[in-house]
């Protein structure tokens, strides 16, 4: 469809000095195709003359901008949000998430994840990265719901299901990667050092060579997990992984929260796409990540919001604006990440973090239409002195008017159009239950 979206401010993403105060964004075969000032694609050449779009959307009082990228959740885990708060990782884990999930069934999952695409799209994110089991259903959901996911089956290789885990992910990389669309790519998904042995993880390693994908990790989480690996084997998660070679490849790395100097550096020269999940770590006291030293050494750094049973919620701009509170505070320091460089973490950095920005996390000709509308005409938009310092300490999921993932509109003034919003929540609501019966 050719789409034609007129009279918004552009926040395009390619650098804090371009900004449109009134400009038109036209849409062709899935892609940005032309960007300019309002009414004057024509006028300057931009567009041929007999263009004509099929959708006009009248845009006046919004904003675009890229479309948000989760760059990591378990997106299933909404049948677990509020089941287990208030507790440190471990026995959060091994004492409640554990124990639920052994129950999980395939349809579970494929409920769970409609629910959490919905309050993504409902919240401006276009783009995720998912780990979890049953990630046949994970991809049925993306692809009814039309956003686009980055997904890994989770491989936990001490479980006694470890070997047919692996070779699930497997099957699962090869029957889905560029499918619906080209909006679902693949890794496969280690879930963490201490959860998967050297060998096991020389196998996954093996096997992301011959598939020719990336890899998705948990990475130094928590302050125990780095001791008890340095008890059992000399080395910290990061080394740990870069000796076994797994650095060597594509690798999306979760949190990273105790990580020294020294492998910082490691990973900005890996290029390992490092997702921060500030929330998730503050609810869980995990700590905090040195986000502030990996952008000055050139880490590709991304935020994430982690599963819903570890947030609570799905809310990328909040997330933004928690990741930027939390290290002024940490820091003792105003001056550190600022509005414009939090907004990059949640557009471009995502897309950095998975190896997609030569496709999303722009807007720019030749980019995939994944963009998002905020509607500023709110009081808390209002005096606009500065609208990045607004979009990353102000707005609401609710401010998000219109969704469109490579060019298709997914979501229209505030509602999801692909999925049975209704439905679902009282779906996932009765499964939820069943899950926790009797724990």
């Not at 009134?22 to 309002?38: E, L």
């Not at 919620?313 to 930027?324: C, F, G, P, T, W």
């Not at 060019?407 to 779906?427: C, D, F, H, N, P």
């Amino acid at each position: 469809m050719r789409i034609l979206i007129r009279n918004c401010a552009v926040l395009p993403m390619t650098g804090p000095q371009d900004f449109m105060a009134m400009g038109d964004i036209a849409i062709q075969d899935n892609r940005v195709c032309a960007i300019g000032p309002a009414g004057e694609l024509k006028a300057k050449g931009v567009l041929s003359a007999d263009w004509k779009p099929e959708r006009i959307l009248e845009a006046a009082g919004k904003v675009a901008l890229p479309g948000l990228v989760n760059t990591h959740t378990h997106a299933a885990m909404t049948l677990l949000r509020g089941y287990a708060d208030d507790m440190p990782l471990m026995p959060w884990l091994e004492k409640k998430i554990f124990p639920a999930e052994e129950r999980l069934k395939a349809e579970d999952v494929f409920w769970g994840t409609q629910l959490a695409i919905l309050e993504m799209l409902k919240s401006g994110t276009t783009c995720f990265a998912d780990m979890y089991f049953f990630m046949d259903e994970v991809a049925r959901a993306v692809e009814l719901s039309g956003i686009r996911a980055s997904l890994s089956r989770g491989l936990i290789g001490i479980a006694p299901n470890g070997k047919q885990a692996l070779e699930e992910g497997v099957a699962f990389v090869k029957n889905w990667e560029g499918k619906a669309g080209g909006r679902i790519t693949t890794r496969l998904g280690p879930h963490a050092p201490y959860t998967c042995p050297a060998e096991y993880l020389q196998s996954v390693i093996a096997h992301s060579d011959t598939l020719g994908v990336g890899l998705h990790i948990h990475l130094a989480e928590t302050r125990g997990e780095v001791e008890n690996l340095r008890s059992t084997t000399g080395k910290t998660p990061v080394q740990y992984v870069d000796d076994l070679g797994l650095l060597q490849r594509p690798v999306l790395g979760a949190h990273c929260v105790h990580v020294s100097a020294e492998e910082i550096a490691t990973l900005s020269q890996r290029k390992v796409g490092v997702a921060h999940n500030p929330e998730s770590n503050m609810k869980l006291a995990s700590g905090v990540a040195p986000v502030p030293q990996m952008l000055k050494a050139g880490v590709k750094v991304g935020l994430g919001t982690d599963g819903a049973a570890s947030n609570n919620n799905l809310d990328l701009l909040q997330e933004m604006r928690s990741a930027a509170l939390l290290h002024k505070v940490f820091t003792e320091d105003a001056t550190v990440l600022p509005a414009y460089q939090a907004l990059e973490m949640a557009t471009i950095g995502g897309a950095r973090a998975l190896g997609m920005e030569k496709e999303i996390g722009l807007l720019k000709p030749g980019y995939q239409a994944d963009l998002i509308l905020i509607d500023l005409e709110k009081p808390h938009f209002c005096p606009r002195h500065d609208l990045v310092a607004h979009l990353v300490y102000a707005a609401l999921a609710s401010d998000v008017d219109t969704v469109l993932v490579s060019g298709q509109i997914v979501v229209e003034q505030g509602q999801v159009v692909t999925l049975a919003e209704k439905e679902i929540r009282a779906t996932v609501e009765e499964r939820a239950k069943r899950l926790v019966a009797g724990l």
